[in-house]
């Protein structure tokens, strides 16, 4: 004995006419969407967490990197503007088209990934507890004013080649 599939093809014959086939399929496609938008955020953030863990390492192993977070507020400076940049370039006025799917890769996975604020916040406090008051002041100072810039910067440069000619 043959059973019909609900996903695939079409109804079979005995088939009730009130559109819980169609439903079903619906919903199977809404969930394997949202299955798949969770595996390009997660597959973004791999991306962005090895990125930020190479850079941060690259910048730990100078010599000012080591007595202040110089890596965490190189990366936030750079994530903020990418996230300004993409964003501005790829939405609706944007110079670039990109679907949804791609916006979330990039902007939630990758740069969720990649910038550390909560690598900052520890570090912060951690210089507080050590009694650095003027680099835990620093590093909330200069992280939130070139994070800010990072990210206004980003979204001027996106305004601007979404403005100029592409040609």
């Not at 973004?44 to 190479?54: D, H, K, N, P, T």
Request: net charge negative.
């Amino acid at each position: 004995m043959e059973f019909a599939n609900p996903f695939k093809g079409e109804p079979p014959d005995d088939f009730s006419a009130d559109n819980s086939y169609r439903e079903t399929a619906n919903v199977r496609r809404t969930v394997g969407f949202f299955m798949l938008m969770y595996l390009w955020v997660a597959l973004g953030s791999a991306l962005g967490g090895v990125s930020r863990f190479w850079l941060s390492g690259l910048i730990a192993a100078t010599k000012f990197g080591s007595t202040f977070p110089l890596g965490t507020l190189v990366i936030n400076v750079t994530g903020s503007f990418a996230i300004g940049f993409f964003n501005a370039s790829t939405d609706t006025d944007g110079r670039f088209f990109a679907p949804a799917s791609v916006r979330t890769f990039f902007m939630i996975g990758v740069c969720g990934g990649y910038t550390t604020f909560s690598s900052f916040s520890l570090q912060t406090l951690n210089l507080a507890n050590e009694g650095e008051w003027f680099r835990a002041g620093a590093n909330v100072f200069f992280s939130v004013v070139l994070c800010l810039a990072g990210v206004w910067l980003g979204h001027i440069l996106a305004n601007y080649l979404n403005s100029t000619n592409e040609g």
